[in-house]
């Protein structure tokens, strides 16, 4: 069975900074694009980073380029936001999600971005 | 980037209608077109993705259509479990992107 375990959301303040981490199981990690998607409360999915198999393609939504890195530990079997220069406007759930087609998605971690 | 534009943005329905969510894509994208569904307070699940194939699992009352740039979720018989949000995403150029998303609610 296919699972994605988020962790590493909170509160932080403006100008901060906060990584998030998943941790995946149940098919063969290496193998795959990894992305992470982001809902702001009462709002629409937003498409924000992804990354391939071997960590040399990385792709971002211009809101976040800059302040945002996607990487992966194929390792670890885990995949990683680290999020730089936090703004009240990157408040959302992180949702990390398999394949450039968001195959599977794990339950989602809460980034509050306040002061 | 690629818009996409989900119609209608709400929709009242009745269990056991047939109902159509069609997305328009702002330039082509072949058929790297994926459809989920979201209930409230729970991640997305993937119905279909490369525009017309059902995701594992997925009750096969769930079906899409098109290519290009129009596109279309059918749902043949509605059940009460269906009544969700539903969104569109684009793959096929970076950076991805959703539709609005369509509120499906019980008339």
């Known amino acids: 069975e296919v699972q994605l375990v988020e962790s590493g959301g909170g509160l932080v303040q403006p100008g901060g900074s906060l990584r998030l981490s998943c941790a995946a199981s149940?098919?063969?990690?290496?193998?795959?694009?990894m992305s992470w998607v982001r809902q702001a409360p009462g709002k629409g999915l937003e498409w924000v980073a992804k990354?391939?198999?071997?960590?040399?393609?990385?792709y971002y939504v211009d809101s976040v380029k800059g302040r945002f890195t996607i990487s992966r530990d194929n390792a670890k079997n885990s995949v990683y936001l680290q999020m730089n220069s936090l703004r009240a406007e990157d408040t959302a759930v992180y949702y990390c999600a398999r394949y450039q087609g968001l195959g599977y998605w794990g339950q989602g971690t809460l980034v509050t971005v306040s002061s | 980037d690629i818009q996409m534009t989900q119609s209608p943005s709400s929709l009242s329905a009745s269990v056991g209608d047939r109902v159509t969510i069609t997305c328009r894509a702002s330039q082509g994208i072949g058929n790297d077109l994926g459809w989920y569904q979201q209930k409230p307070g729970k991640a997305p699940k993937r119905l279909i993705y490369a525009a017309s194939s059902l995701h594992s699992g997925v009750p096969s009352r769930f079906s899409g259509s098109g290519s290009g740039t129009e596109f279309t979720l059918t749902i043949s018989s509605l059940q009460p479990e269906d009544f969700a949000t539903y969104y569109c995403l684009q793959y096929n150029t970076n950076p991805s992107t959703f539709g609005q998303g369509t509120k499906l609610e019980i008339k």
């Open positions: 990354i391939n198999q071997h960590g040399s393609e990385k």
């Open positions: 149940g098919f063969t990690f290496s193998s795959d694009w």
